[in-house]
């Protein structure tokens, strides 16, 4: 422990002023999407911050987006401040679900330290952003149901104004380095923080037709061939050893919405059945759709470029810590909201809603299990990509420790040397259950902790070390050794039940310290419940 002190130490020393942030947050993006994780959508600015810097392939996120982003803003398990259901207790996802009072933002700590704090992007985390010290904010408040339009998008509470070319992953970008351009010319003394989140690739699918254009070809072979050239370019870039996990032919999406599947027409299916059993009709529509998925990852890779150029002309590139990761995994869902679905317009355009569905899905999130909303490996696996040439000097190396979005909060902290006060409005702060990722940034160490918890939409999980308890919503508890077997397909709770019973014990332990964290501050009488079973999920 001494020695990665002095390590952490020495990295603080390294540089004289305090780093600047960039956070940036991918929305159902698939583990092995991004080049540099064995995807072969062209990537080329990820890859180069990967290249220059770290790639983390134990990385977890929440499997969904609201308690991502309360994870990744706040330090503490989504449960833990009400920003996912909790029983019994007024709390949920989307807007619903209000934070206790000694749960700020970190934009509220590192205002302390001199930071100015900028946001573009999906929000989902309950408040507005200039009401969570954000300086400036591009606020997409609404569900992004189409990219194509701007109607709940604002600038500073200003709205977006419509335009024939807008396209909101464009917009996100734009408004990112209009902010960094007046820091650079108002504020280049003091150091900034910028949260950054794409709604890409989220459904609908949505892109510019050249965009789609660029992989109208790709996928024609369709998502068994793909899943395995993935595999295998992750196997030779050292992401994994180890198999890939299969795909569960009989695992559709999340939620059935049998009506919406009518109105996709007959090209859709819901499960992830061989490629070969398709009709040629199916596979020329499943293999458009990742087409726009992928021109969608694209777009935005090319939008952080620009991003990325901005940081360079302004001086800002070798002194900011670049965090990129994604707030779960490739999604199963098959749905139509917002404007409907034009069956007769063109795939990919405005007058269309689809979605990535469970065949691209699985390969999406090779080498691993399961989709969104599942706290399977596939589910909560995210790239971790970090990049800062003046504080990590390892460059293009991997990083194997189990890290997980709660470490976001304590690595800036760290960083900035902002600090956290011990009682905020009367209530004592307790403990984040994130730990900071510095002593990571200077060798491939293992970041101490107990576990890491899931629990979503009654599925839940915990690690401990190389094992892993999981179970689904209503299901029996599954028990895996990670180190072996991240495909989760052997299931040793049978031969283990010892073990099960101590992960069990932990994961409950772990939930009555969450309920009582979540009660510390009650939660205010307008909070509104939990959604009801049956309604329509958020994205």
């Not at 029983?87 to 933002?105: D, E, K, Q, T, Y």
């Not at 999981?470 to 040793?492: F, H, P, Q």
Request: hydrophobic letters at 40%; one cysteine or more; glycine letters at 8%.
């Amino acid at each position: 422990m001494r020695t990665l002190l002095c390590v952490a130490l020495s990295l603080l020393a390294a540089h004289a002023a305090p780093p600047n942030f960039l956070v940036i947050l991918a929305d159902d993006l698939g583990y092995s999407d991004l080049g540099c994780y064995g995807g072969e959508i062209a990537t080329p600015n990820l890859d180069a911050l990967a290249q220059g810097g770290l790639r983390f392939t134990s990385a977890y996120n929440t499997a969904r987006c609201w308690p991502s982003r309360a994870a990744i803003t706040t330090g503490y398990y989504a449960q833990q401040v009400r920003r996912d259901v909790v029983a019994g207790i007024a709390s949920g996802g989307g807007n619903r679900g209000i934070r206790p009072a000694w749960a700020p933002l970190v934009t509220e700590f590192l205002r302390t330290a001199g930071y100015r704090n900028y946001h573009s992007g999906k929000w989902h985390i309950d408040g507005r952003p200039l009401q969570n010290a954000f300086d400036h904010s591009f606020d997409i408040a609404t569900g992004q149901n189409n990219f194509f339009k701007a109607p709940g998008n604002t600038d500073d509470g200003v709205p977006n104004v419509q335009t024939d070319d807008y396209y909101v992953t464009v917009a996100t970008a734009e408004h990112a380095i209009k902010y960094l351009r007046e820091h650079a010319a108002q504020f280049s003394g003091r150091p900034f923080y910028h949260y950054l989140c794409f709604t890409a690739p989220h459904f609908p699918l949505h892109a510019p037709a050249e965009d789609i254009a660029r992989y109208k070809d790709t996928y024609a072979r369709g998502w068994d061939v793909m899943a395995a050239e993935r595999h295998a370019r992750q196997r030779k870039l050292g992401i994994t050893t180890q198999a890939a996990a299969a795909f569960e032919r009989d695992v559709g999406p999340p939620y059935a919405f049998p009506d919406d599947i009518v109105k996709l027409g007959p090209d859709e299916v819901n499960r992830p059945v061989p490629w070969a059993n398709l009709t040629p009709s199916q596979q020329k529509f499943q293999s458009a759709k990742m087409a726009i998925h992928a021109a969608m990852v694209d777009r935005m890779d090319r939008e952080i470029g620009r991003v990325i150029a901005q940081l360079k002309a302004m001086g800002a590139y070798e002194n900011t810590l670049i965090l990129f990761a994604a707030d779960n995994g490739a999604s199963a869902e098959l749905m139509v909201r917002g404007d409907g679905h034009d069956v007769t317009a063109p795939m990919g355009s405005a007058k269309t809603f689809l979605s990535l569905g469970p065949g691209w899905s699985s390969a999406s999130n090779t080498p691993f299990r399961r989709h969104k909303t599942w706290v399977h490996e596939g589910g909560i696996s995210t790239p971790l990509i970090a990049h800062w040439p003046a504080g990590i000097k390892s460059r293009g190396e991997l990083r194997r420790t189990p890290t997980h979005l709660i470490d976001v909060v304590p690595t800036l902290l760290e960083l900035s040397s902002a600090k956290v006060p011990a009682a905020i409005k009367g209530h004592t702060v307790p403990p984040s259950p994130g730990r900071s990722l510095v002593p990571a940034f200077a060798k491939d160490v293992t970041v101490a902790r107990d576990y890491l918890w899931w629990e979503h939409e009654g599925n839940r999980a915990i690690r401990a070390g190389d094992m892993k308890l999981v179970a689904l919503k209503g299901g029996e508890w599954e028990l895996y050794d990670l180190a072996a077997d991240r495909a989760e397909s052997k299931n040793l709770a049978a031969a283990r039940p010892d073990k099960v019973r101590e992960l069990a014990a932990l994961w409950d332990r772990h939930l009555e310290e969450t309920k009582r964290l979540a009660l510390t501050d009650p939660p205010p009488a307008a909070a509104e419940p939990a959604a009801k079973k049956g309604k329509r999920k958020q994205p």
